[in-house]
């Protein structure tokens, strides 16, 4: 199709896209593909090849409404939808700004709480601290770990494992109960609402805040955890420290846990771990131990995965046990930054 003699409006979202990839040229395009689905890749290639020729004005309208896009994006993304406008009205003009940020919101959908993200923690908790544990539990599913780590920190012994459980068990929220959690916090911003289902929680999500607050309130949380919800506990564990975190260990460290640990069994582990992670062991290991090792991977041959898997678990919860009678302690957030 030849795509000349048309305004901006008559065309959709893929087209735009098409002509975009087509302006950047190949080099560039091909970077932007890396970060889609595999089904966008198919109708992004579909449509170029049957673009046959673009205009120069439409490339030039195309280009400015992306560079609009990407520049209310950063806005939002360092103070929120009031100060993006700001900006954006200050650049384009208000017409122009209420249109890109119209634009925005309905196609990349801004998050829920967005102006709560700028707001110092120890303010929020005054907010929420004496709310039901499942609405701490999802305003902290939208902000950063290091927010939701000082807040959670913060509260009553006996509701940190229970927000904690409520954020790892958290799936789908829907638009209406967005709402209502949000006006609690209205009289500080105005808000804006997703007018789609948002995916927030998890226990990923759980993971990156124990990994951030202090090392007391993380050890009540799982044990607290490991009584009302072993498996979800159990889960938890495994996600909080994997092999490679074994590089935010000193070497003092580094050299107690290999100690506990079987020469045949860290040959397995090392085998499907990067070379950065390789390094830093054979550097806390003798010379001939080295060697030995070595050896052992390059003639063991080809290993399952699984194997490898297990392995490395078997080393974490050495490292996890060492760490919980204090003869370790694992680098992390919160203040938990002193080796012995």
Known sequence: MVVQNKTLADYNGIQKASILMIALGPERSSK????????????????????????????????????????????????????????????????????????LTASLQVRPFEFVRKTDPTQLLNFIQDEHPQTIALILSYLSPQQSSQIISALPPDKQADVAKRIAMMDRTSPDVIQEVEKVLEKKLASLVNQDYTIAGGVDAVVEIL?????????????TLEIEEPELADEIRKKMFVFEDILLLDDRSIQRVLREVDNSELAIALKGSNEQVQETIFNNLSKRLVVMIKEDMEFMGPVRMKDVEEAQQ??????????????????????????V
């Not at 990994?211 to 949380?221: P, Q, Y």
């Open 211 to 223: 990994n951030t607050v202090d090392r007391a309130t993380e050890k009540h949380i799982l044990e």
């Open 314 to 339: 078997k080393i974490v919860n050495i490292i996890r046990k060492l760490e919980d009678t204090g003869e370790i302690v694992i680098s992390r957030g919160g203040g938990d930054d002193i080796v």
């Open 32 to 103: 932007l593909f890396s970060y889609l689905k595999e089904e966008e890749i198919e109708s992004l290639t579909l449509e170029i090849a049957n673009t046959k020729s673009v205009d120069q004005t439409t490339k030039d309208a195309v280009i400015d409404e992306f560079y609009e896009l990407c520049l209310a994006q950063q806005y939002i993304a360092e103070g929120g939808i009031n100060y993006a406008k700001e900006l954006l009205e200050k650049a384009l003009g208000n017409e122009k700004a209420v249109d890109v940020i119209g634009r």
